[in-house]
């Protein structure tokens, strides 16, 4: 039982993940009961469509990236899409043709286009074709906000996980594969982001790792925990003599998983603490 492990401090682990090799690098939100509104970045400039996305996801939003067209389109055939932003000038099928093959599929889902270069024929096009709106690059991230708002409303979101670890593999591993099961789910790199998407509420179990650079994964625990006093957090070391680890216990921890962390462990822990 989970329970018994608290005492012990640390928890063996059977199946352990090592790397992000063995999971699809593209995150996607399967189909659950709480899921409602589902957004699309698609853009070929990779820092500009994780940034939206991040932040996105940080807003309490469900986002899918897209690197381009043709990745979009595939996106959009397994449907559920309720807004894209959508890069005009990229590698392969332009924006517009994207929008227009899209719009085949997803004839109700909202387009907003994006560029950084002076396509007045392309932009009208879209226009034309029933785009929203074209944004200029680059972007301002009011905008998208108001642009969200605006066209879907923010709906009670349930359970939401965070992942804290400064292991970027391990964290975005973590939350795609959480992700894949229904969850909707925050990752911070370090104990500030950590309580600066705390401070938004709404979370409800983290997996925060203690040794991280700045702010140690303890400390940001004991902040966070005067931001949301019931939420449940999960310690993770790579040192199962960590000195931190009896002080995160007897501080209300939930437990400590020793790293590598065993996937079958987190699961078992989401679903006894968040029933779906």
Do not use: W
Not at 171 to 193: M, P, S
Not at 194 to 203: L, P, Q, R, T
Not at 213 to 221: C, R, T, Y
């Amino acid at each position: 039982m989970l329970g018994r492990s608290v005492s012990t401090g640390t928890r063996s682990r059977p199946e352990a993940l090592h790397s992000m090799s063995e999971f699809p690098h593209t995150i996607r939100f399967k189909e659950h009961l709480y899921m409602t509104h589902k957004i699309m970045v698609v853009d070929d400039d990779t820092d500009l469509r994780i940034t939206l996305q991040e932040i996105l996801i940080g807003k309490g939003r469900e986002v899918l990236a897209a690197k381009d067209g043709f990745q979009a389109i595939e996106l959009a055939s397994e449907g559920n899409i309720d807004l894209i932003f959508m890069d005009i000038r990229m590698p392969g099928m332009d924006g517009v043709e994207t929008f227009l093959k899209i719009k085949e599929i997803l004839p109700n889902c909202t387009v907003v286009m994006m560029t950084g270069y002076a396509v007045e024929s392309l932009i009208e096009r879209a226009l034309s074709e029933g785009a929203k709106a074209c944004l200029n690059k680059p972007v301002s991230i009011d905008e998208i906000l108001e642009i969200v708002d605006a066209f879907m409303p923010e709906l009670p979101i349930a359970h939401r996980i965070m992942v804290v670890d400064d292991d970027a593999d391990l964290r975005t591993t973590l939350q795609e594969i959480l992700i894949d099961k229904g969850r909707e789910v925050l990752a911070a790199e370090d104990g500030f982001q950590a309580i600066e998407f705390a401070s938004d509420g709404n979370i409800d179990l983290i997996f925060m790792d203690i040794r991280m650079p700045g702010m140690d994964g303890v400390e940001a625990f004991l902040k966070i925990k005067q931001i949301l006093p019931d939420c449940i957090v999960v310690m993770m070391t790579g040192n199962a003599a960590e000195p931190l680890i009896e002080q995160a216990l007897s501080e209300g921890a939930k437990t400590c998983l020793s790293k590598p962390v065993s996937i079958e462990e987190i699961l078992e822990i989401v679903e006894e603490t968040m029933p779906a």
